[in-house]
T-cell receptor, first 115, second 114 residues
Framework: AQKITQTQPGMFVQEKEAVTLDCTYDTSDQSYGLFWYKQPSSGEMIFLIY??????QNATEGRYSLNFQKARKSANLVISASQLGDSAMYFCAMREGLVNNDMRFGAGTRLTVKP | DTGVSQDPRHKITKRGQNVTFRCDPI?????LYWYRQTLGQGPEFLTYFQNEAQLEKSRLLSDRFSAERPKGSFSTLEIQRTEQGDSAMYLCASTPGVWNYGYTFGSGTRLTVV
């Protein structure tokens, strides 16, 4: 069963605007971690931000913030002040349990920033 | 530290041939993961190691696939009798044993089976 769902295959945003990339997840574990990665056309996966299931505050890293709604099982990525270099694939991922298990990824969202 | 290194970057092989990929993780990372990514999809988990022990293998990893991590350092992923369906990007990642630490990925090896 698909554990991570990203419903937006592609998104467009105007430069300097904010954009939200959606992610919903499915787990029966109480302890889990949610991650977002960026994959530019060069192919390398770049870790952006992490949110733990017990974290009470939404995670932020520079222009990236994670809108974590635990009851709805959603972990949307918000990118503020978009830049042309933000154009890339974005993947949401989840790691379940307290043991350092493997990470499962969604299908991704392709973000295009328009000048 | 130069990050996670993968070699080769690209590999073209004929169907039926064997191929081997190498991954050198960040030296202080004890966990190493292999993923496969096809065009337009997210990475799919294949297997992972803690030090030299292979702790989990995905159902995706058929008998033609084998991975090793001798001495808990670099890792190799071998595919025997390659098939066209094996064409994909093979990604390696490493992480220390810290729960909230994201993986550091290498640039991947793109395999094309012709």
């Amino acid at each position: 069963a698909q554990k991570i769902t990203q419903t937006q295959p592609g998104m467009f945003v105007q430069e300097k605007e904010a954009v939200t990339l959606d992610c919903t997840y499915d787990t029966s574990d109480q302890s889990y971690g949610l991650f977002w990665y960026k994959q530019p056309s060069s192919g390398e996966m770049i870790f952006l931000i992490y949110q733990g299931s017990y974290d009470e505050q939404n995670a932020t890293e520079g222009r990236y913030s994670l809108n974590f709604q635990k009851a709805r099982k959603s972990a949307n990525l918000v990118i503020s002040a978009s830049q042309l270099g933000d154009s890339a694939m974005y993947f949401c991922a989840m790691r379940e349990g307290l043991v350092n298990n493997d990470m499962r990824f969604g299908a991704g969202t392709r973000l295009t920033v328009k000048p | 530290d130069t990050g996670v290194s993968q070699d080769p970057r690209h590999k073209i092989t004929k169907r039926g041939q064997n191929v081997t990929f190498r991954c050198d993780p960040i030296s202080e990372h004890n966990r190493l993961y292999w993923y496969r990514q096809t065009l337009g999809q997210g990475p799919e988990f294949l297997t992972y190691f803690q030090n030299e022990a292979q702790l989990e293998k995905s159902r995706l990893l058929s008998d033609r696939f084998s991975a090793e991590r001798p001495k808990g350092s670099f890792s190799t992923l071998e595919i025997q009798r390659t098939e066209q369906g094996d064409s994909a990007m093979y990604l390696c990642a490493s992480t220390p044993g810290v729960w909230n630490y994201g993986y550091t990925f290498g640039s991947g090896t793109r395999l094309t089976v012709v």
